[in-house]
């Protein structure tokens, strides 16, 4: 905030300005609200590209929503009430509830467990073997059904949390054109930040499919639960910040 606003004021060039919204945007990306829902989408992936349009689509979500209220608030000198923000805070709780939920009960509903016999030189041996449900057959590579879900995720990040706070410092500065420039700069940023921690978050589930059944398993299993319980604890905190404010 404080070099925000040295920028602002004129000791800063332009550019500084928004190479320094290019910045807070990568760090921006890295919010464990952010990772816990993308690691959900992540760990239903065994392509890194596809795993990293999940990041791309995600902050063009978040940039999105950014961009059009960021865009609102400069315009018509709107402010973001507390309330509003902690709102917004909760209903991402719950929506990481149900995104990892949503991960637990593929894993529950869809693994099936068998016996494969093998005879080779008249000796007979016997192994366990996993068939994972995929309702994607067909589909898999339509960029749509890769990138909507996390879209409409990074909408509703777009408009929560610490993203409410930047849309106040925009609020503060004077021309239109370089608020506008200042939110497409850290958009670009988280953009680039997700895209890097999705592939990332990716390549383990990648090696693993290819070796052990069992720890690509373990891996969604991880990433839903981490999603489940980071959602509850946002939800709580923001329910027991509320209460305490009354």
Not at 50 to 78: E, K, Q
Not at 85 to 97: K, R
Not at 122 to 129: A, E, L, N, P, V
Request: hydrophobic share 55%; glycine share 12%; net charge positive.
């Amino acid at each position: 905030m404080k070099y925000l606003t040295l920028a602002n004021s004129g000791t800063f060039p332009i550019w500084t300005t928004l190479l320094l919204g290019f910045v807070l945007g990568l760090r921006h990306a890295l919010d464990g609200d952010h990772l816990a829902a993308v690691s959900t989408f992540a760990s239903e992936e065994k392509n890194l590209w596809r795993s990293s349009l999940i990041g791309v689509y995600w902050g063009l979500g978040h940039t999105t929503a950014l961009l059009v209220f960021g865009m609102a608030i400069a315009v018509f000198r709107l402010a973001v009430s507390p309330r509003l923000s902690q709102a917004l805070e909760f209903a991402v709780g719950v929506m990481l509830v149900l995104l990892g939920a949503n991960v637990i009960r593929k894993l529950l509903r869809g693994d099936k467990v068998h016996v494969h016999s093998h005879t080779h030189d008249g000796s007979t041996h016997s192994h366990w073997h996993f068939h994972v449900f995929s309702a994607e057959h067909g589909h898999a590579h339509h960029v749509l059904r890769v990138g909507g879900r996390p879209f409409v995720v990074g909408v509703v990040h777009g408009l929560a949390g610490t993203a409410a706070i930047m849309l106040m410092v925009v609020g503060a500065i004077p021309s239109l054109l370089l608020a506008c420039g200042y939110i497409v700069i850290f958009g670009i940023g988280s953009i680039g930040g997700m895209m890097l921690m999705s592939t990332l978050m990716s390549v383990p589930l990648a090696l693993a499919a290819r070796r052990v059944s069992l720890v690509e398993r373990g891996i969604r299993l991880a990433a839903g639960l981490f999603s489940v319980g980071f959602g509850i604890f946002l939800a709580w905190d923001v329910g027991l910040l509320q209460s305490l404010l009354g």
